[in-house]
T-cell receptor
Framework: SQQGEEDPQALSIQEGENATMNCSYKTSINNLQWYRQNSGRGLVHLILIRSNEREKHSGRLRVTLDTSKKSSSLLITASRAADTASYFCATAGSADNNNDMRFGAGTRLTVKP | ETGVTQTPRHLVMGMTNKKSLKCEQHLGHNAMYWYKQSAKKPLELMFVYNFKEQTENNSVPSRFSPECPNSSHLFLHLHTLQPEDSALYLC???????????FGPGTRLTVL
């Protein structure tokens, strides 16, 4: 069953602008992960944030987690055309395994040069 | 390159055919996964193997049969599939079942 739900479903921006994608979920989680999927490629892991963390950074990526609102956001700063991809959030409810990992339907990001 | 390879990359098969998807990871990981990604639907976890033992089967129909002969290889045997089984099948691996997953490029399957 679906857990994470990304918002918006599609986003189109100009190169250099920032892109913000949101993910909401319904049940308590142990961690939340963001993935990127380029056309014709598999999913690439971007960031994992645990339920006791509020913010993480990786290069131009910033992820926040608000467990009270059951939501997370992914911010890509100074976007590039190469950032064009689908972005998925996935939640895991258990600290013991990934067996219950649930993915959202994704946000399709288009960065125009 | 994530260290996870999948073959074939594309497969077209009839409903009466039998085929197999192959996944190989070169990362020394202990856990491997099969996912199904259908158009307009969230990614679905199908099977989980940990140290070659199946630990999860998310109510997947028996026409999908996984096999994990060793920690580096994972197969998905397909038989008498339906057109609605057409999807991208992704393999992933992780060091342990709690770890970050590395995905392969997927096999695009079309069932006629």
């Amino acid at each position: 069953s679906q857990q994470g739900e990304e918002d918006p479903q599609a986003l189109s921006i100009q190169e250099g602008e920032n892109a913000t994608m949101n993910c909401s979920y319904k049940t308590s989680i142990n961690n939340l992960q963001w993935y990127r999927q380029n056309s014709g490629r598999g999913l690439v892991h971007l960031i994992l944030i645990r339920s006791n963390e509020r913010e993480k950074h990786s290069g131009r990526l910033r992820v926040t987690l608000d467990t009270s609102k059951k939501s997370s956001s992914l911010l890509i700063t100074a976007s590039r055309a190469a950032d064009t991809a689908s972005y998925f959030c996935a939640t895991a409810g258990s600290a013991d395994n990934n067996n219950d990992m649930r993915f959202g339907a994704g946000t399709r990001l288009t960065v125009k040069p | 390159e994530t260290g996870v390879t999948q073959t074939p990359r594309h497969l077209v098969m009839g409903m009466t055919n039998k085929k197999s998807l192959k996944c190989e990871q070169h990362l020394g990981h202990n856990a491997m996964y099969w996912y199904k990604q259908s158009a307009k639907k969230p990614l679905e976890l199908m099977f989980v193997y940990n140290f070659k033992e199946q630990t999860e089967n998310n109510s997947v129909p028996s026409r999908f049969s996984p096999e994990c002969p060793n920690s580096s290889h994972l197969f998905l045997h397909l038989h008498t599939l339906q057109p609605e089984d057409s999807a991208l099948y992704l393999c992933a691996s992780s060091q342990e079942v709690t770890g970050k997953e590395y995905f392969g490029p997927g096999t695009r399957l079309t069932v006629l």
